[in-house]
């Protein structure tokens, strides 16, 4: 056995658990634990300007690659507390990220001392597990039991509270003998599967939802193959948007108020059975219930027990992980299949086919102002397959979702339940840490933009390279939306004349000079015919110079994007396509 510092065993704790990238700020009360990562040297640390900027680079780089788990770094008392949105954020979505937060002695716990503050009790509600470890022989067991909970069931994050004390007691501590605690999730049992296989091929008309669950599980490959066997479309969800393929001939599009396809919503009425797998029915995606519901049968297959018949009674439910509930399903499928026990499906999917060429959205608009639906047609056509799009809220997300296509896992990266403003940059920062290589686009409007944007300069200082199209209408345009229904326009407007930039004729702050100051590359677009081509000179600045470049495209102020109350009343503000010449992206095809 060898003595050391609890914090030297916790950085080889994470070495062994593989969480080896770490984001966050250091201070008085966590400096310990940053000479350790320092003595070590196996762990990764990227300077955050924001501690809740840095829990959002930890979830966006657990998001990128299956296996990760980022990790938050952050100081007693502020740095905590300011890490609560990116928990809420992780556990809304079921994503493990770890955070570790310094904290006053044990002997001031209760004495008011300066940056003190119960963090343990603040971050239990938006956190799988939350401890302040009062012993120092406990440390290396409270962070082997915080990755088996990160990992086991529903996912999500954990918080460990280290008194300055404790980090610098000495405890004996083996790490050649550690072991991470073994990770068991429920399973889906061949009866079960046979049962939900017989109500669905019982089924005229059935779908499968995708949700996150499916991505979480790293099982998109198994969902494909399980739907190619049954002939049977798919839709998924947002968070589960890139389980299959949009240009798959099963991708049946995605459903719901607002991120969601016409053709999508048209197909899930149709449809007369429903098999979700690691989805939540989310409101977003539901709607109203009744007529979600409607006439259809629903079997729901959730790794968390308390999910099933959460948000209503499915006619069946299984609890089991979805990639282990894939796995039979596809078994028992191929069986059946060899044996002719499965209908026929070919004339339902041509039709959820016909639909996805027929009921679209126009994006070819050469008005100006510059229309936002124009933005993402010029993204289709510059950005390919491989990209990661990264976003979080706002009209901006809502028509990226209707309009952008997606080609593989882990290439939406979004913040679907919490939606925090400020989001996307620090998560694409995460993203791009985790895949340096690859090509990442971060889409947002200005607000958002703004929670955060200081966080650029993280990405100028570490060389972190993506894309973000900042979609620009000087205003809080969703929440300008709603405010329709109270027949009002308050406090929303971001416009302003800027006596030092007239150039951006009254549309308040010049990001552009913003971004420059924080070391990073930005383009300003006023034409429409501008914007495929900034796009591609943006490509060409990341390649170069290996910073964030931001392309700030500027829209009509207003906007009304397409949503409702009900999936089968959603309100199309704008003109439909009527020919292939009025949405020439909207079809997915690799480029």
């Known amino acids: 056995m060898t003595r050391m510092r609890t914090v030297d065993a916790a950085a080889l704790i994470l070495e062994k658990e593989g969480a080896t990238q770490t984001f966050g700020l250091p201070g008085a009360a966590i400096n310990p634990f940053y000479s350790a990562m320092k003595k070590h040297g196996g762990i990764h640390h990227v300077l955050a300007r924001h501690v809740e900027a840095a829990s959002h680079m930890a979830e966006g780089y657990t998001r990128a690659e299956p296996g990760n788990i980022g990790v938050c770094v952050g100081t007693s008392g502020p740095a905590g507390t300011d890490m609560i949105t990116g928990l ?18 044990v002997a001031k716990l209760h004495k008011e001392d300066f940056q003190a503050v119960d963090i343990e009790s603040i971050a239990q509600p938006v956190t799988k597990w939350a401890v302040t470890v009062l012993e120092p022989a406990q440390v290396p067991g409270a962070f082997q039991k915080a990755f088996q909970l990160m990992r086991t069931g529903r996912p999500g994050p954990v918080l460990i509270d280290l008194p300055l004390d404790v980090q610098l007691a000495e405890i004996e501590f083996d790490v050649d003998t550690y072991e991470p605690l073994p990770v068991v999730n429920p399973r889906a049992t061949r009866a079960q599967a046979e049962h939900a296989l017989g109500m669905l091929d019982a089924a005229e008309r059935p779908l499968i939802v995708a949700g996150g669950g499916v991505i979480n599980a790293d099982a998109s490959a198994l969902l494909v193959k399980f739907a190619e066997i049954l002939g049977v479309p798919v839709v998924p969800t947002l968070m589960g948007w890139g389980a299959i393929a949009d240009d798959h001939p099963l991708s049946a599009g995605m459903v719901g108020l607002q991120t969601s396809h016409r053709y999508g919503n048209a197909t899930l009425l149709e449809s007369d059975f429903v098999l979700g797998i690691g ?9 109203g219930l009744d007529t979600y519901r409607g006439e259809r049968k629903f079997v729901h297959v959730d790794v968390e027990p308390t999910q099933i018949g959460r948000v209503f009674a499915p006619d069946y439910g299984i609890v089991s ?24 499906r070919g004339e339902w999917a041509e039709r959820c086919r016909e639909r996805k060429s027929a009921l679209l959205r126009k994006t070819h608009f050469e008005s100006a102002p510059i229309k936002p639906q124009r933005v993402y047609q010029e993204m289709n056509r510059a950005f390919g397959p491989d990209t990661r799009y990264v976003s979080t809220i706002g009209l901006s997300q809502i028509q990226a979702a209707q309009m952008l296509h997606v080609y593989r896992p882990r290439h939406w990266i979004n913040a679907g339940q919490a939606g925090p403003l400020g989001w996307t940059v620090p998560a694409a920062i995460g993203v791009a840490t985790a895949d340096p290589e690859s090509t990442v686009v971060a889409v947002s409007g200005d607000y958002d933009f703004q929670f955060l944007v200081e966080e650029l300069a993280v990405g100028a200082q570490f060389n972190i390279p993506f894309v973000h199209v900042l979609i620009n209408n000087a205003y809080l345009g969703l929440i300008r939306q709603a405010q329709r229904g109270f027949d009002m326009d308050y406090h929303v407007q971001l416009a302003f004349e800027n006596i030092n930039a007239p150039e951006v004729n009254g549309y308040g702050v010049d990001h552009v000079k913003v971004v420059e100051g924080l070391g990073c590359k930005a383009l300003r677009v006023f034409d429409s015919d501008a914007i495929f081509d900034a796009l591609e000179q943006a490509k060409k600045l990341v390649a170069e110079h290996r910073v964030p470049v931001v392309v700030e495209v500027v829209v009509e102020r207003i906007t009304n994007v397409s949503m409702g109350t009900e999936i089968d009343a959603v309100n199309e503000f704008e003109a439909l396509a009527e020919s292939g010449a009025d949405a020439p992206t909207a079809v997915a095809g690799r480029s």
């Not at 809420?88 to 770890?98: G, Q, R």
């Open 279 to 287: 989805n939540r029915w989310a409101n977003r995606h539901t709607g």
């Open 321 to 344: 992980d979805a990639r282990a509930a894939l796995e039979v399903f596809v078994e028992v499928a191929r069986e059946w299949k060899r044996d002719g026990r499965l209908a026929e």
């Open 88 to 105: 809420y954020s992780a556990s809304a979505d079921s994503i493990p990220i770890l955070a570790i937060t310094g904290q006053a002695p």
